[in-house]
């Protein structure tokens, strides 16, 4: 049986075809224009990747937070749920997940069974938000995916003064100006992200495994700096890009439904 | 006597060029990359317009965030005194002012002579500050200057859920994708902003004859969705554009340094030489 899990994040969609082996093909598109195009084509490409048609998929599910954009019939799933039933599913020693996707970052913290115990979410300021990189790069003109390459000794990190995604633009500009090694802003710039997540791990204990998913946790150079900073490891999931966790989890809360 | 003041802030930089008591020529620019670029673009613009050069400048004080890299500037003076001092010149009924500028908010209170007895600031979030309203005028595809007129044409202003100004950007873009009149998204960005300043405003007090300045005063939505918000009239400070009070104050400043020295020179007892920074 094939299941669709459509996650319709605030910077990128993704969806993935889950089947009894596995995830069978996935799609992960940038959210660019019209909202609702963009979930059409990334759930198109993940269907003709897979080489099927829509209606050949029994289950369609979905969840994030421009999940009513998906154009069709779906069962729904919050995200915080979804995402612990995919990391729990992938990887059950874990007990704490750390999402940091491109607006919101969410720590949950979940039970040996998977369940979700409490979560805290960062949705009143995008500071440590995946999207404060991408100003970040832009600023330095380069690319959001390089910005993890970048690991440095600890004393020659760049200070940011600031917690404001907005003002870190600008502080990014005037380390430019002031003739600052473009690694060591970038080094900055991933230690300062870094810590307001691991503020975040702390406020609800911390407990191990920590496993980070969402785009930011492919910046190996932010996980190093949470890990500096909280003293203790902070793995991903190696079966499965970091991105998909959630469409994923989407996928398995329908099957589960179903099993019940 | 040619006094000049400069101030550079984090977007702009205005210059203000006094003589005796009035204004003679002021010009603000759009910041460069280094804030002694800044200052001295928009101080030759001004001395430009005035048909002068600096070396018609008998005295110069700099304030803003970039004003201890002029150097041209006799002094530097912090931008809380300069605007206590500018907005009080312009009006003296002025207890209260409430400065918005690019990337800080600030509401300075004064006493009758214009000097700062207590003030708060917000220089830690983008939201409530100049860069808010451009992040917003960006999304909804309208220049800055024009957020103010196109709200004006609002018949039902939105709620803005979010504060901070990434995610209100995000939900203006939601909004547009829902089909969203732009007026109604323009009217409840400038009620966001007058929201967030009021928060500020009630955390130390208002003292009646309340001035706003800075670029965000000209955004007319905003002031009066402010006015509405706090339940008051603001004062005006006449023919003096809400954006300059910073550097008029600093070219106040600077007369009143010059004329000390004058004094201090006149007096054979006063011997200690003035010093080039001086702190208020």
């Known amino acids: 049986m094939l299941i669709l899990g459509c996650d319709v994040g605030a910077i990128a969609t993704k969806t993935v075809i889950f089947g009894d082996t596995g995830i069978v093909a996935y799609d992960i598109t940038v959210n660019n224009g019209n909202l609702k195009k963009v979930v059409e084509k990334s759930v198109d490409t993940a269907i003709s990747k897979a080489g099927m048609l829509l209606e050949c998929i029994e289950v369609k599910a979905g969840t994030g937070m421009g999940e009513q954009y998906i154009p069709f019939e779906h069962t729904t799933e919050g995200i915080i749920k979804c995402l612990a039933v995919a990391v729990h599913r992938i990887h059950p020693h874990a007990r704490t997940i750390v999402d940091m996707g491109g607006l919101i970052t969410t720590v949950i913290s979940i039970s040996e069974k998977g369940k979700v115990l409490e979560y805290r979410t960062s949705d009143k300021c995008a500071s440590g938000s995946g999207f404060f990189l991408k100003l970040a790069a832009q600023a330095l003109e380069l690319n959001v995916e390089d910005l993890g390459d970048i ?91 970091e991105q998909l966790v959630g469409a994923l989890g989407a996928a398995l809360c329908a099957q589960q439904r179903m099993q019940q | 006597m040619i006094y000049v003041g ?89 207890r209260t002012i409430i400065d918005i500028g690019g990337q800080d908010a600030k509401v300075i209170k004064v006493d009758k002579l214009g000097y700062m007895v207590d003030f708060v600031m917000n220089d830690k979030c983008a939201a409530g500050t100049g860069r808010f309203l451009e992040g917003m005028a960006k999304v909804l595809g309208v220049d800055l200057e024009d957020l103010a007129a196109l709200s004006s044409e609002a018949a039902s202003p939105v709620a803005l859920t979010k504060t901070c100004t990434v995610l209100a950007q995000f939900e203006v873009l939601y909004m547009l994708n829902d089909g969203i009149d732009r007026s109604n998204i323009a009217a409840g960005i400038n009620r966001a902003m007058a929201e967030r300043i009021s928060k500020l405003v009630r955390r130390v007090g208002i003292k009646e004859g309340v001035a706003i300045t800075g670029g965000v005063a000209k955004n007319f939505a905003v002031v009066q969705s402010l006015s509405e918000v706090l339940g008051l009239q603001f004062v005006s400070l006449g023919e003096v554009d809400p954006q300059i009070v910073g550097a008029l104050g600093a070219a106040l400043f600077a007369k009143e340094r010059w004329q000390k020295a004058r004094q201090r020179e006149a007096t054979p007892t006063g011997g200690n030489k003035e010093t080039k920074s001086v702190y208020v």
């Open chain 1, 151 to 241: 690991i440095i000794p600890c004393g020659e990190r760049a200070h940011m003064g600031t917690q404001c995604a907005v003002f870190g633009e600008s502080e990014i500009v005037s380390h430019m100006n002031d003739g600052e090694a473009p690694e060591k802003i970038v080094a900055g710039i991933n230690y300062s992200l870094g810590s307001s997540v691991a503020t975040m791990i702390n406020r609800l204990g911390g407990i191990q495994d920590i496993v980070a998913t969402g785009g930011v946790a492919k910046n190996k150079s932010v996980l190093r700096a949470i890990e500096e900073i909280l003293g203790m490891e902070v793995i991903t999931l190696s079966s499965i890009d």
């Open chain 2, 6 to 94: 400069c101030d550079v802030g984090s977007l702009s930089g205005e210059a203000v060029i006094i003589e005796d008591d009035s204004i003679i020529k002021y010009e603000i620019i759009r910041v460069r990359p280094r804030p002694e670029q800044t200052a001295f673009e928009v101080t030759k613009k001004a001395l430009a317009e005035a048909k002068m050069s600096f070396d018609d400048i008998d005295y110069c004080v700099s304030t803003g965030y970039g004003r201890e890299k002029i150097p041209f500037s006799k002094g530097s003076i912090s931008e809380i005194s300069c605007h206590g001092r500018g907005a009080q010149w312009a009006n003296p009924s002025v």
